[in-house]
């Protein structure tokens, strides 16, 4: 089991940009895909991206493409969301997630039960 620790979330305003970042405490981080998931008040969880653990195939829910961008820096075990011109519908509380080696296939990442470990989540509210 590998522990993902977020952090970046705030209260900003339509319009500011944010950067998330998420701690994976492991040495064979580099072998990992990962993902960030994120769930609105209300609502179930749902995909936000993903990224292989080569660092390419990257993939983005329609609803953030050309917004939001993820990273992942094997050597410092941790992943990113950056995020631009964010709007009232991104306020959620967003997960990192890993799915470590035997990997799930490039056609599942879009799904959470692909992932075997999640982080607690951190905050993100957008006030209009």
């Known amino acids: 089991q590998v522990q993902l620790v977020e952090s970046g979330g705030g209260l900003v305003q339509t319009g500011a940009s944010l950067r998330l970042s998420c701690l994976a405490s492991s040495t064979t981080f580099s072998t990992y895909n990962m993902a960030w998931f994120r769930q609105p008040p209300g609502k179930e969880r749902e995909f936000v991206a993903s990224?292989?653990?080569?660092?390419?195939?990257?993939d983005y829910a329609d609803s953030v493409r050309g917004r939001f961008t993820i990273s992942k820096d094997n050597a410092k075990t941790s992943v990113y969301l950056e995020m631009n011109n964010l709007s009232f519908e991104d306020t959620a509380v967003y997960f990192c997630?890993?799915?470590?080696?035997?990997?799930?296939?490039?056609?599942?990442?879009?799904?959470?039960?692909?992932?075997?470990?999640w982080g607690q989540g951190t905050q993100v509210t957008v006030s209009s």
């Open positions: 997630a890993a799915d470590r080696p035997p990997l799930r296939a490039m056609s599942a990442n879009r799904q959470a039960a692909s992932y075997d470990d």
């Open positions: 990224v292989r653990w080569s660092g390419t195939n990257i």
